[in-house]
Structures are given as structure tokens and as C-alpha cells.
């Protein structure tokens, strides 16, 4: 499937939409208002600078909203009815905007003539958005009923349920169509197994090569065993390979307190590695991250050059240093930070700060104490490797003895890493991995609650921790 055309139809849709519908109002506009208010010609008033200067503006201003409805995340799991409902909302918020902002002071002293306006623009934007983007939605769903376009993916079991699931995703009813590459053993135990030898790829031992060698899109989890224990260890032991968990719905009593199951369009499964986090919020959260951030980097600028000469004066080595951490999606990056450890801090290896550690400076017992040393990130934030608010990342060092005790701490790759975290509000800094385990069960609840709301907290509770200067 090609996101990238998909997503190219609906942008090229929508702003075909956008500007029928302007010319559509505009021409209503006319007869109703324009011709009474000094136009004499259609023709005249259309290519009136204002109108040509709406026609053009008001066309990406649509795009904009459309995209920060979080519409253009999924392209490929769309339903008629939410289809319908976000579009409707997002119509419904843009026209108010619209109107209120470039029209309501040039119309007639008329409540009349404001609702009849104001209606022309709702329906003229709702009705040709909408009929487009049900056309090119019937053509994906379309396609996949033809499983022209489908997922690749992999069952994980090999009993009689692993075999129910593959027929109900092989009915053509199915709204998102997979290509089951094959089967995994995960009981070597189990027997006989329900499925064909021939379709039994190998076992859990295998499932990192299969995943690359056959480009395996997401994993369905099934399991042999009716232990709940046991699915939920298969679980955790699957996190590593970032990739969509789906489960049967028979499995929803698995919810718990570390694990937060939401449904996706396509029954029977849902997705484990999924969070309540909405699409528009994602865009929104995203945007504003690197706004923020651009801000912050200009304004604090002063407070960055006097940190700067400060740790230099303070010790020798780099002012600056850069760790590898472990980001979104388990993709690797370099992040930032103000020096606040002797040169030779880490001579013998990674190993975690304390609170009376010998290894920090003077200096950098101040910095760290107020979190002045974590300023560099908004570098990161700005290129997209972090937000201000996550999971804190953590290096891979690290990250490979938590998952012996935690494995669901790959749960948190899903999301971009933060500067500040609810761990690093509630808990603060870690001295060994089993406080790092206690801090990740914060960034797990997190993960399972995230919203801007939830993201203005934990700034606001990180402020309170600056200004107190509670950092350590």
C-alpha cells in the first residue's frame, strides 16, 4: 500500500474541495449581497482581489484543519461513519472560524442574511469535502475486499483459535485485509498442532529474522496455551520488535494495569501497543513542541551563554555532551545535554548518578538541582527527536537489564521520548535499575493516559520543581 499516494488523494481532494466550495459561497455571495453592495457583474466580483485573495488563502487553511483533526494519520482504517462524523466536526469548527473572521464584517446589518450565509458556507465545504473523501475511501475499501491492498503479518500460535482467526481476517468482509505470511510456534510443547505443517514457519527463536527477511507489518498474537499468564509473557516478550500487537477479542480480559487494550476498525483484533492519544492531538502536541521550543532556544539564548562560560569556568572539559538514547520507535539518537560530571565521569563504564555523587561538579550540582542541564534538548525537540513531554529515553546500556525484569518497557518507544516526564516529576532521578523499573510504572500510567491536558500538568509540576529547586 502506498501511503504516500494515498495521502496525496486525500490532500489533493480536499483542497479541490475546499476551493469548489469557496466558489460556490462566492457566488451565492453575489447574488445575495455583492450586487446590491456595488458589483455589477458576477465576473467582476469573482476576480475582485479580496475574493481571489480568500479563494487562494482559505483553500490551505482548510488543509491546516484537516490535518490537525488528525484525518490524514490513518489513511488506510477508515470507516463511512467516523469518516463522516470528523469531517463534519471539523467542517462545522472551520466554518464558524471562517466566518467569523473574514466575513461577518463585511455582510449586512441582518441576522437573516448572517444564518443563510453562514449555512451556504457549512454546506457547500461539508457537502464536497465529504463526497470526495467517501469516493476515494469506496475505492481503498473496495481494493481491499479485492485484497489488492493488504498487511503483512504473522500469527503467533498454531493451535484451533490460530486457525479461527485466519479465516475470519481471510473473509472478505474484513475491513482491513491481511496477507498471513505464515504461523509461529510459541509452545514447542503444544500438539498436534491445528495448521499445516507446510504454513508453520518456525518458533519464537526465528521470529527476528522472519520479521525482516519478510517484511512483516504486525504481529497477531493468538498463543496455544489457556494460561493467562502465559499470553501475557508472550506479550511482554514481543514489545522488542516495534510492531503492532493484535490481539483476539476473545483475549480482552487480559486488560491490566500495564497493559492498555483499544480497538481498531478491522474485527476481530485489537491493538495492545496502541494509547488513547487522538490523531489530532498527536499533530497538535507535535507542532507545538517545536514552536515552543524555537521560542525558548531565542529567548534563553542569554541563559544558554552564561551557562556556557560558566561550565567552562568551572572544570575542564566540553561544555556540551551528547549520549546515544534510545528514541521513537527504538530508533537510536543523540541527545544533549549541559556537562555537569568530571571529564573522566564515565572512565569505567556507564553508571547512574546518585545524589551525593563525587563525579558532579560544583557547578553541576546547581544545574541539576534546578534542571539546567537539560536545556540543550529543546535542540532535540526542534529537530524531532524528543518532545518537552514523555518518557524520559534512556541509553540502549540501560534499556537491555530493565527489559529482563520489565519487558514492557519497549512500550514506551512508542511515543517520542520527553525532557520532562511524569517519572521525573513523581520520582525523579534513578541511582539503579531497580529504581528505574519504580520510575518507568509512572511513564507507563502516562503512556496509558496521555492528553495535552495530562502534558500541561506535568509542565506545570515541573516548573514547581525548578523554582524549588527540587531537581535532585
Avoid: C
Avoid at 465576473?43 to 480568500?54: D, E
Avoid at 497493559?259 to 488513547?276: E, Y
Avoid at 506535568?458 to 535532585?472: H, N, Q, S
Wanted: glycine share 6%; aromatic share 14%; net charge positive.
Amino acid at each position: 500500500m502506498g501511503k504516500k499516494s494515498q495521502l496525496f488523494k486525500y490532500l489533493i481532494a480536499d483542497y479541490i474541495a475546499a476551493n469548489l466550495a469557496w466558489f460556490a459561497f462566492n457566488i451565492v455571495r453575489y447574488y445575495e449581497i455583492a450586487r446590491y453592495d456595488g458589483f455589477d457583474t458576477l465576473s467582476g466580483f469573482l476576480l475582485y482581489r479580496n475574493v481571489i485573495f480568500g479563494q487562494i488563502i482559505v483553500s490551505f487553511g482548510w488543509l491546516i484543519l484537516h490535518y490537525y483533526s488528525g484525518y490524514y494519520n490513518k489513511l488506510f482504517e477508515k470507516s463511512r461513519l467516523s469518516e463522516f462524523f470528523t469531517t463534519l466536526g471539523t467542517v462545522l469548527i472551520g466554518t464558524i472560524v471562517l466566518f467569523f473572521a473574514l466575513l461577518l464584517k463585511i455582510l449586512p446589518d441582518s441576522i437573516l442574511v448572517y444564518y443563510t450565509q453562514l449555512a451556504y458556507l457549512f454546506f457547500f465545504t461539508f457537502g464536497f469535502t465529504y463526497l470526495f473523501r467517501v469516493i476515494i475511501t469506496n475505492r481503498t475499501a473496495r481494493k481491499i475486499r479485492n485484497r489488492e491492498w493488504t498487511t503483512n503479518a504473522l500469527i503467533l500460535g498454531t493451535g484451533e483459535k490460530a486457525l479461527q482467526i485466519q479465516k475470519l481476517l481471510n473473509e472478505p468482509s474484513a475491513s482491513i485485509a491481511y496477507t498471513i505470511q505464515g504461523f509461529i510456534r510459541v509452545n514447542p510443547l503444544f500438539s498436534p498442532p491445528a495448521i499445516d505443517e507446510q504454513l508453520i514457519l518456525g518458533g519464537l527463536d526465528d521470529l527476528e529474522t522472519l520479521i525482516r527477511d519478510l517484511n512483516t507489518e504486525e504481529l497477531i498474537v493468538v498463543g496455544d496455551s489457556e494460561d493467562e499468564d502465559d499470553l501475557l509473557n508472550l506479550l511482554y516478550s514481543l514489545y522488542q520488535y516495534q510492531l503492532p500487537l493484535k490481539l483476539p477479542v476473545s483475549h480482552t480480559r487480559l486488560l491490566t494495569g500495564n497493559i492498555n487494550i483499544k480497538a481498531i476498525t478491522g474485527f476481530p483484533l485489537f491493538d495492545v501497543t496502541n494509547h488513547h492519544f487522538s490523531e489530532g492531538e498527536k499533530n497538535i502536541k507535535l507542532t507545538l513542541d517545536k514552536l515552543i521550543s524555537l521560542f525558548l532556544l531565542v529567548f534563553l539564548s542569554p541563559i544558554y551563554l552564561y551557562l556556557l562560560l560558566r561550565i567552562k569556568k568551572d572544570s575542564e572539559g566540553p561544555v556540551l555532551i551528547k549520549q546515544e538514547r534510545i528514541g521513537y520507535l527504538g530508533k537510536p539518537f543523540m541527545m544533549y545535554k549541559f556537562r555537569t560530571m568530571r571529564e573522566d565521569a564515565e572512565k569505567d563504564g556507564p553508571a547512574l548518578s546518585s545524589e551525593k555523587d563525587e563525579r558532579v561538579t560544583p557547578f553541576g550540582l546547581v544545574m541539576r538541582k534546578y534542571r539546567l542541564d537539560e536545556l540543550p534538548q529543546f535542540w532535540n525537540v526542534l529537530k524531532g527527536d524528543m518532545s518537552i513531554v514523555g518518557p524520559r529515553p534512556e541509553r540502549k546500556y540501560y534499556i537491555d537489564r530493565i527489559v529482563k525484569q520489565a519487558p514492557y518497557f519497549y512500550l514506551l518507544h512508542n511515543v517520542r521520548p520527553g525532557i520532562t516526564s511524569w517519572g521525573m516529576v513523581k520520582f525523579g532521578y534513578a541511582r539503579n535499575i531497580d529504581e528505574m523499573i519504580e520510575r518507568m510504572k509512572y511513564d507507563i500510567l502516562y503512556y496509558e493516559n496521555m492528553s495535552l491536558m495530562l502534558d500541561l500538568k506535568i509542565i506545570i509540576y515541573t516548573f514547581r520543581t525548578i523554582l524549588t529547586g527540587k531537581g535532585i
